[in-house]
């Protein structure tokens, strides 16, 4: 079986984990500060928070914001769900705008066109999906114009650039996830990157129990803090992130210049971006029979994702029915392969081997 995703560790990683394990100071610690360091600056922000997890950064970072309660927040229904969540976990109404059906991140033209009705939207989380940056001049003229905060959420998008700019250091605040399948791991963590010094204070006393001094709590917070186990790994995947994006690349080269399939569409990749592939996503009417191709093959495959976030149980209570036709559409359509780093040529050949001969009879 040819897996989806895979991470790589390596033996820096193994080794610096039981330094830690050895050293006694398990918890958040210089580890973690190192980490932080290293990875706002590669981002290109002034401050780095490190988090347990992609979700409760976006809670946090949300939170930092300041907004009223019950002010609206828009973002994406084709992300993974954590993305809206966070929304709610902040007691703020979520609002959906659809998506460019060429590169699934959300639709600049759909999102002044609601900007120009609702008069209460104080912020938008972008996400930049499955590796490829969002049109983001677009977005921050619109941003700037009514007034509003943008979250970018780089949970899949390590490293990927807009305009030879990285993801995560466009808009206000920014947050990234470290989870197994990500195109860089902590086992769980995520990181919240800014360059506001007011907001990055915020975050770290909310991740830490909304402690300004210790034991002393001004805020209601939470435990949210990564620990030097983790970080210890981050250090090191952080070092092999160029490598590993180039190799996803370079699978997806392959794949751009050897699929040929008139049933099948090929990721759109557009000029000013460079896409780090967490995902290599095609789109094909019919999905149900290419996935038996995929099971005979043995190819593991995802899709990401099959109900968008407003046709789940918990947001139609929410905001009732609405639709988004392009993403509708595109998550009936859509199943990834995989583009991970540490795939073979023979795997990759074989891959394509059944794309290209995949028909309907
Ligand atoms: C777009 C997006 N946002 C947020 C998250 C949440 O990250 P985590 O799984 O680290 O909580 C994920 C990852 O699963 C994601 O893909």
């Known amino acids: 079986m040819i897996p989806i995703a895979s991470p790589f560790i390596g033996d820096e990683e193994i080794n610096s984990v039981i330094e830690v394990l050895k050293s006694n100071q398990l918890a958040s610690g210089e580890v973690v500060l190192n980490f932080e360091y290293h990875f706002s600056n590669y981002i290109g922000v002034d401050f780095g928070i490190a988090t347990s997890s992609g979700t409760t950064a976006l809670h946090v970072a949300l939170q930092a914001l300041g907004l009223e309660p019950g002010s609206q927040v828009v973002t994406t229904p084709f992300s993974f769900i954590a993305t809206a969540n966070a929304i709610l976990y902040n007691q703020l109404t979520p609002v959906f705008v659809d998506i460019d059906p060429l590169t699934f991140n959300i639709s600049p033209v759909e999102l002044e066109r609601l900007l120009k009705e609702q008069k209460n939207i104080k912020a938008i989380i972008v996400v930049h999906l499955y590796g490829q940056s969002c049109e983001m001049d677009e977005i921050m003229a619109l941003a700037n114009k009514f007034n509003i905060k943008v979250i970018e959420d780089c949970a899949q998008a390590h490293g990927a650039l807009y305009k030879n700019k990285k993801v995560g250091s466009i808009g206000d605040i920014s947050i990234f996830s470290f989870y197994p399948t990500k195109n860089m791991t902590t086992g769980e963590g995520g990181m919240i990157c800014t360059s506001d010094r007011e907001i990055a204070d915020t975050c770290k006393r909310l991740i830490n129990h909304g402690q300004t001094a210790k034991y002393y709590h001004k805020y209601l917070g939470y435990n949210y803090r990564m620990t030097n186990i983790q970080a210890a790994i981050g250090v090191h995947q952080l070092q092999r992130l160029d ?119």
């Open 243 to 361: 490598l590993m994006n180039k190799q996803r690349a370079k699978n997806a080269q392959f794949f751009l210049s050897h699929i040929e399939n008139d049933l099948i569409r090929l990721p759109h990749i557009k000029p000013e971006n460079v896409h780090v592939f967490h995902q290599f996503t095609l789109r094909t009417s019919i999905r149900e029979k290419l996935i038996s191709s995929f099971d005979q093959a043995g190819i593991g495959y995802g899709i990401h994702y099959p109900v968008p976030i407003h046709r789940q149980p918990i947001y139609k209570e929410i905001i009732g029915e609405v639709q988004y036709e392009q993403t509708e559409l595109a998550a009936q359509e859509v199943i990834s392969i995989p583009v991970h780093p540490q795939l073979t040529q023979s795997q990759l050949l074989n891959i394509t081997k059944t794309i290209n001969e995949f028909e309907v009879d």
